[in-house]
C-alpha cells in the first residue's frame, strides 16, 4: 500500500507541475495510474502484478510416494507500462520481470546480466485493418502462450507449452483482419525476428526466424478478446469459436528448441541447422463453459550436434510432437473446475526421451476476475522410463 500511495505521490507531482496533463486513478485491477495529455498526443496507464506460488511433489515408486519436495515462490512480479505517443495508431507496451524466474537465464549471450525486459513494443495501426509492430514481445506461436500467465485457468501453462512454444524474440510482426461475412472473421500474422529468444546481446548466431499464423473465427469476435482468456467470464450466450494454426521456421538455428533451450556447441563453434515447429489450436466459449485444444510438432533437418571430428557433442534438437486438452466451466459462484490431459511424445531416437502424460485437475476461484484469485490444482505425471511424479499447487494472484 505505502508503494502504491508513493507512485501516486510521484506521478501526481510530475503532473500538477506540467498542467498539461490529467491523472485518474482507475478502479480495481485496471491499472494503478491513467495519464494523458489534454492534448490526446500522449497516454500511460501503469498497472503491477504479482504471484504467489506453493507446490509440492513426490516421486511415485510402485504406489509409494516418496522423495517429497517443496517450495515457496514469487513466481512471478511485474510492472507493465503501455499507452499510445503522439497519436492513438502508435501505441506502445513496456512489460519488466523482477521475479528470479522472469529475470532467469543470463549468459554470456545476453551480456552476463538478468533478462529484465519481457516486452518493449511499438505497434503502428498505419492503414485501416493493417498494424505494424516493432521490437521484443511474443511471437505469434501456440494459443496457451500468447495467453497471458495471469489470465489462465490453471496454475500455470501446460507441458506442451514448455517443452515447444516459441516465445518472445526480437523482430518485427505484420498483422491484419478482414470479415469474410458479417461474423466470419479472419486474421493474419507474420514474423520476421532474430531466432535466438529475448534479450539476446550478441548478435545474430545462425539465420533469422519466420513465422505466420492465421486465425479464423467463424461465429464473430469474443467478447472483451476473450479468445485469449482461460476463463468464460461473460458467457457467451452464442457459440464462440477460434480455430488457429501457427508455421515457424528459424533459419540456421543454434538452440535446442528453435529460439529457446541451451545454444548447441561444438569444437568449431555452433551446430546450425533448421528447425520447423507447428501448431493448430482451438479455442470455444459458451455459457460459463470453455475448451482450449492445441497440437504442436517439432523437427529438423539435422537434429543431432557433431563436432568437426564427427563425434557427439550431446546436444540435440528436441524434436517430437504434443496434444493439450482442456476444458472448464465457470459456475455463477465464480469457482471454477478445469481438467487438462497433455501428451508429449519424442523422438526416443534423437532425444532419448519418450512418451510422457500428465493429468490435471484444478479448482480456482475468482474474486475479481483473474485480477484477483485464487487457484489449486493437482497433476499426475506419467512417464514411460519410471519416475512418475505427483504435483499438488496452490497459488494467488493479485494484479493492480
Not at 278 to 301: C, P, Q
Request: aromatic share 12%; with cysteine.
Amino acid at each position: 500500500m505505502k508503494i502504491k500511495v508513493l507512485l501516486i505521490l510521484f506521478f501526481s507531482t510530475f503532473v500538477f507541475k506540467s498542467k498539461a496533463q490529467e491523472i485518474s486513478v482507475p478502479e480495481f485491477g485496471k491499472g494503478i495510474l491513467n495519464i494523458q495529455k489534454k492534448d490526446s498526443t500522449f497516454s500511460m496507464n501503469f498497472s503491477a502484478r504479482m504471484q504467489f506460488l506453493a507446490i509440492s511433489q513426490w516421486e511415485d515408486q510402485n504406489g509409494d510416494l516418496v522423495n517429497s519436495e517443496s517450495n515457496f515462490l514469487v513466481r512471478r512480479a511485474r510492472l507493465k507500462f503501455k499507452g499510445f505517443a503522439f497519436s492513438p495508431k502508435l501505441q506502445y507496451k513496456i512489460e519488466i520481470g523482477l521475479s528470479n524466474r522472469d529475470i532467469a537465464g543470463g549468459s554470456e549471450f545476453t551480456n552476463n546480466t538478468p533478462r529484465y525486459i519481457l516486452d518493449a513494443l511499438v505497434k503502428w495501426n498505419f492503414h485501416e485493418n493493417f498494424w505494424l509492430w516493432v521490437g521484443q514481445t511474443k511471437l505469434p506461436g501456440n494459443r496457451e502462450r500468447v495467453i497471458s500467465s495471469g489470465d489462465l485457468s490453471l496454475v500455470d501453462r501446460s507441458l506442451l507449452n514448455v517443452n515447444f512454444n516459441i516465445d518472445r524474440d526480437v523482430g518485427l510482426q505484420l498483422r491484419h483482419h478482414f470479415k469474410l461475412s458479417n461474423s466470419f472473421i479472419v486474421r493474419e500474422m507474420f514474423a520476421f525476428s532474430q531466432g535466438e529468444g529475448r534479450n539476446v546481446t550478441t548478435g545474430n548466431l545462425g539465420g533469422y526466424q519466420y513465422t505466420g499464423r492465421i486465425e479464423l473465427l467463424p461465429f464473430g469476435t469474443f467478447q472483451q478478446n476473450g479468445d485469449y482468456s482461460g476463463v468464460d467470464f461473460l458467457r457467451e450466450q452464442n457459440l464462440k469459436v477460434a480455430i488457429g494454426a501457427t508455421y515457424d521456421f528459424n533459419n540456421d538455428a543454434v538452440k535446442s528448441r528453435s529460439n529457446l533451450g541451451t545454444y548447441m556447441k561444438t569444437d568449431t563453434g555452433f551446430h546450425e541447422t533448421n528447425i520447423s515447429t507447428f501448431f493448430i489450436d482451438t479455442m470455444l466459449k459458451y455459457k460459463g463453459f470453455s475448451f482450449l485444444g492445441e497440437y504442436a510438432s517439432r523437427d529438423a533437418d539435422n537434429p543431432i550436434a557433431k563436432n568437426a571430428d564427427g563425434s557427439l557433442t550431446g546436444d540435440v534438437v528436441e524434436i517430437g510432437n504434443a496434444l493439450n486438452l482442456q476444458a472448464g466451466y465457470l459456475f455463477t459462484s465464480n469457482y471454477e473446475v478445469t481438467g487438462r490431459y497433455t501428451n508429449i511424445n519424442f523422438n526416443k531416437n534423437i532425444t532419448g526421451k519418450g512418451l510422457e502424460e500428465q493429468f490435471t485437475l484444478g479448482v480456482s476461484k475468482y474474486i475479481v476476475g483473474h485480477k484477483l484469485k485464487i487457484q489449486s490444482d493437482i497433476s499426475y505425471l506419467s512417464v514411460n522410463k519410471g519416475n512418475d511424479q505427483l504435483m499438488c499447487r496452490l497459488q494467488f494472484d493479485v494484479h493492480f
